[in-house]
């Protein structure tokens, strides 16, 4: 338990290999959101919409609002612990603070936009379903870009 008194990570071997375990299984987690998510609403505004809204030309029930809520509240859920997971690690591994700072509230933006979003492509508001694509996308490419950031400040040599 040394390690979490210590705030020098990177000398620590196992634990080096921990986190990037960590990071490897937040990575296939975040992987696999984008395909259940893209599988269940489309990967286009209009098979969003389309989903949520439903069709009664193509016999389209639309989706309930109950499922939604469900859906968001499972992922309200993990994106907090992986907000706060990345943003601790991103704290102890980056030595400009200023720049852990930056890319944890950008985190924070994204994931904040990505549970709103929804609702407004629900009930039609703002172009809901292109903002909801667009914040969904973009929180996985930054996940991906964070995941990357905490490997190299991970394992990078000491200066």
């Known amino acids: 338990m040394k390690f979490f008194v210590s705030s020098d990570l990177k000398r620590e071997r196992p634990i080096k290999w921990m986190i990037s375990g960590l990071i ?5 987690f975040t992987l ?13 505004p209009e098979q969003i919409a389309q ?6 030309d193509e016999f389209i029930e639309p989706f309930a609002l ?10 309200l859920f993990f994106m907090s612990l992986l907000f706060l997971l990345l943003s601790a690690l991103q704290f102890r ?12 509230t950008l985190l924070l933006f994204c994931i904040i936009l990505s549970f709103v979003a929804p609702f407004l492509a629900f009930y039609d508001l703002l172009y809901g379903a292109h903002i909801w694509l667009i914040s969904f ?16 400040f991970l394992w990078r040599p000491h200066a």
Not at 24 to 28: A, C, G, N, T, V
Request: overall charge negative; glycine content about 6%.
């Open 93 to 104: 591994l980056i030595p400009a603070k200023a720049q852990a700072l930056f890319w944890s």
């Open 66 to 75: 109950g499922s939604l809520l469900e859906l968001i509240h499972v992922d």
């Open 51 to 56: 989903t949520l809204q439903g069709d009664p």
């Open 137 to 152: 996308v973009t929180l996985h490419a930054l996940l991906g870009l964070t995941y990357i950031q905490i490997l190299y």
């Open 24 to 28: 490897l299984f937040l990575s296939l």
């Open 32 to 44: 696999s959101n984008a395909a259940v998510k893209a599988s269940i609403f489309g990967t286009t």
